[in-house]
């Protein structure tokens, strides 16, 4: 009665989602403090002062307007500071007019895939990744190709992407820093594989858009640097929101910033806009809109994120577990010490420790751990991981 | 290099869009005060005190939690708040379960359908029509079927729908009050339609889902009923915003509800909660979640409205145009003197009034004027709109 394709689809559907409800669910049972959540990248803290103090001055003003619709990009100051920000922070060459305010990170990615692919073309993904980025490709009528990274380091395999490449490929979505793995791509993979995309396109007569996805370019430690997408790949989108950097998931916030060097970018922009109408989208909210302008230069404290990456990452590998140490995001990708991760995850929840397995990100064999959760929460889950690791002998 | 499809539309994109921009490129020529910008459904007035004192009470408290992911269907408190006021107005039997929160009635409609059809399936749409109901149903794969209203009065022609319903149809869209006519449909229209969809139901073994589009309800005149879909269809699925009655519209707020009686409802629920996390929308704004369910009970003031449809409706009777009188919403719908209304508009244009062909709602030989605007510029308009019936040899 109702559509075949989604319905059959909702038995599979997010293994993160599950996650999180079994989460409400373990924690009505034995009670707050004993179940520990790591499966949502739902971040535990409040916005930054400066978010709210600014979400404050809009709604406490006289300012008329704030609430009614604007163009379907967004409003024009708002876009010009996006730009503005972007030139400054990536040495580009940006204006208003190459930015379209979205409802998050999601709603970009979906109206930029339904822009850019026509029925049948192709779409690359590197594996382990966010698996919704396939629905979204079919929403779009489009087709996914999964290319793996390379083993451990999770960096790009440029020889399995040119491998990849066919006649049909239209884009590539890179995410860094990662999820799940929370690695960064270095910028000598990213320029080699800007090199092949040129290659490519030349020898094919096609062209490759480089689809940027975000939202963790602001969560990074050590100071180690996240490279520009959209100064090093000449069609290249970049899509950010704010749900992780200024901690407003529940708020459907963020852009779509198109490269001025993309050959006959107003028309891009002018399908990115109608589509922002016409999928629903409509605009992005209004007053947060003006809250995010505000606060381009923002982020939540990764000093805290740092913290808890330590804590985990210590006594992880203190106690037998493999993991990469993640130079950004807030999720560590721990190897598995049995092959079937979903089994593993299955025997974490004994101990009451929510793990989401990595084939949901088709990274099988290893399972995510999302620690932008209380700190508390993740000092008393130390001892359920000791005992989860002698279950298996590794300590 | 893009979506073919889509940059093949561009130049036939939204109509009153079109006016939208063209308005806002006439100001800056002539003056804020010399154009009558009659184009866009974008309320003039400011949202309810009741509204705005709810906003600051949320944003000046210490409440944690306010801005983050919930569960993708909306806040539980929030859901069970509309469905008590859905089944205290309309006295059906509805759940928390029964309600989806979206970003505003363009999302839940771009929802529902994906949610319902599958490719090839129909639905009916009754002419004239906001326009955007065809491309969100190609979006879920489906065919647009266009049948008529009654010719002067624009009530639902039951005889016309009955003989259009196919093996194919899965539902049909109704605006009432409507965009763009002001027009709310009978009572008797309704159960009549009702008749005629079980009957067809019964006769083709097929299912027809009523999709009703509400953003208007609470923007009524002269204590005239709106009857309730809910109460009188079975398979019926209400979609409301609050862009309009709470004027909200930059906020992207609403809700799908989805009626108790509908066979097999949890499988829908699960499908539209699924489509709406994967079409991008992810949830519904969660700060204004909280401000909608403390303001159900509110709306704008319609006298306001009502003053206005009263000035415009009797100038323009009275000085020749023909045009039935609005019960509802905010737009009169009125006869051009000559058949072609894109004409029609451009010689209104001459006059500095902004008005949208009928032919961008399928309903030609008409124009819409959207008088959702300043009283002051609806009163400096009479005499420009005195001009334009004079040059038409009206009065």
């Known amino acids: ?204 007569g096609i062209s490759i858009f480089v689809i940027s996805d975000e939202p963790y370019v602001s969560l990074v430690y050590d100071g180690i640097e996240v490279p520009s997408t959209l100064s090093i790949f000449k069609k290249s989108i970049s899509i950010n929101s704010f749900s992780k950097s200024l901690a407003l998931p529940g708020e459907r916030i963020g852009y779509i910033a198109a490269s001025s060097r993309i050959p006959d970018v107003e028309t891009l922009i002018s399908a990115m806009v109608t589509l922002n109408r016409t999928l629903g989208f409509v605009n992005a909210p209004s007053l947060f809109q003006k809250v995010i302008a505000d606060n381009l230069e923002v982020a939540v404290n990764t000093e805290n994120y740092k913290k808890k990456r330590d804590i985990l990452y210590n006594h992880l590998t203190k106690i037998g577990f493999k993991c990469i140490k993640p130079d950004g995001a807030f999720y560590l990708f721990v190897k598995a010490p049995i092959e079937d991760d979903i089994a593993f995850c299955g025997t974490a929840a004994k101990y009451n420790l929510l793990l989401v397995p990595g084939s949901g990100f088709r990274g099988p064999g290893y399972v995510r751990i999302a620690y932008c959760a209380d700190i508390g929460m993740i000092e008393r889950s130390l001892e359920a991981f000791t005992k989860l690791a002698k279950e298996y002998g590794l300590s």
């Open 1 to 204: 009665m109702f559509n075949k394709k989604i319905v059959e689809s909702l038995g599979k559907s997010s293994m993160i989602r599950a996650m999180f409800e079994e989460g409400a669910r373990l924690r009505k049972l034995y009670g707050d403090d004993k179940v520990f959540d790591f499966s949502l990248g739902n971040p535990e803290v409040e916005p930054p002062v400066e978010v709210l103090d600014s979400l404050k001055k809009y709604v406490n003003s006289e300012e008329q307007g704030l609430h009614k619709y604007m163009n379907n990009a967004g409003f024009p100051d708002v876009r010009q500071k996006v730009a503005d920000y972007l030139n400054k922070k990536s040495g580009i060459d940006m204006t208003s007019e190459h930015i379209v305010m979205v409802c998050g990170a999601a709603a970009g990615l979906n109206v930029t895939l339904k822009a850019l692919l026509n029925p049948g073309e192709e779409v690359m993904v590197l594996a382990p990744f966010f698996v919704e980025y396939g629905t979204y490709i079919d929403h779009a009528g489009g087709n996914t190709v999964i290319v793996n990274t390379m083993k451990d380091s999770f960096q790009i395999d440029v020889d399995a992407v040119e491998k990849a490449i066919t006649n049909k490929t239209k884009a590539i979505i890179i995410n860094s820093p990662n999820n799940p793995t929370g690695v960064i791509y270095s910028r000598e993979s990213l320029e080699q594989l800007n090199k092949v995309i040129e290659k490519k396109e030349a020898e094919l």
